[in-house]
């Protein structure tokens, strides 16, 4: 079956830390897709960063990189000198099948000043 | 990045009434669009998929005949709740992608039946 797992339901970090948002992922299929979307608490979903089953390289994004171990299936992301605007939820997914995505059940993090 | 509006953005209705959320891509042609579905503190959930010019497909579940979706146009897919209920309260959100894996996500719309 194929499914995502988010550990974390909350997470603190100081401002101007690192953080690391844990995800994990079950599928069969060889070639899959991973996203993390952030959602503040205006409800939309906001892109954040894509990494392709095949790509032999991390992703990055300005402050966001995807920390993807293919033999753990584990594809965390981590935000690099965290700002309070950071403070929402992220949610981890993979695309299955006609580009289906499957979320994670997200992990609230708060940035403290 | 792609932009994907919403309409309306906060719905309040009576039990029985039939209500329209509309979701447009602005800026790129949508080939597939997806409806989500969140409750409060829970993870969104896939209703159904839709291809320009072709009926939906509805995940396991999703009652199609009160989840009607039309998909008319490259930029726009409607989503018409029928005869709404206090359990179809929720937070609807839309996306769209143009043929490449990521999707890109509507504001969303709450939609509370009193």
């Known amino acids: 079956a194929q499914k995502i797992t988010q550990t974390q339901p909350g997470m603190f970090v100081q401002e101007k830390e690192a953080v690391t948002l844990d995800c994990t992922y079950d599928t069969s299929d060889p070639s899959y897709g991973l996203f993390w979307y952030k959602q503040p608490s205006s409800g939309e979903m906001i892109f954040l960063i894509y990494?392709?089953?095949?790509?032999?390289q991390n992703a990055t994004e300005g402050r966001y990189s995807l920390n993807f171990q293919k033999a753990r299936k584990s594809a965390n992301l981590v935000i690099s000198a965290s700002q309070l605007g950071d403070s929402a939820m992220y949610f981890c997914?993979?695309?299955?099948?006609?580009?289906?995505?499957?979320f994670g059940a997200g992990t609230r993090l708060a940035v403290h000043p | 990045g792609a932009v994907v509006s919403q309409h309306p953005s906060w719905v309040i209705c009576k039990s029985g009434t039939s209500v329209k959320i509309e979701c447009r891509s602005l800026?790129?042609?949508?080939?597939?669009m997806f409806w989500y579905r969140q409750f409060p503190k829970q993870s969104l959930m896939l209703m159904a998929t839709s291809n320009e010019g072709s009926k939906a497909t509805y995940e396991q579940g999703v009652e199609k005949d009160k989840f009607l979706i039309n998909h008319a146009s490259l930029t726009l897919s409607t989503l018409t709740v029928t005869s709404a209920h206090p359990e179809d309260s929720s937070f609807y959100i839309c996306s769209g992608t143009s043929g490449d894996e990521t999707q890109y996500f509507g504001p969303g719309t709450r939609l509370l039946v009193l």
């Open positions: 990494q392709g089953s095949y790509d032999q």
């Open positions: 997914a993979m695309s299955v099948g006609y580009n289906k995505l499957i």
């Open positions: 800026d790129f042609q949508a080939t597939t």
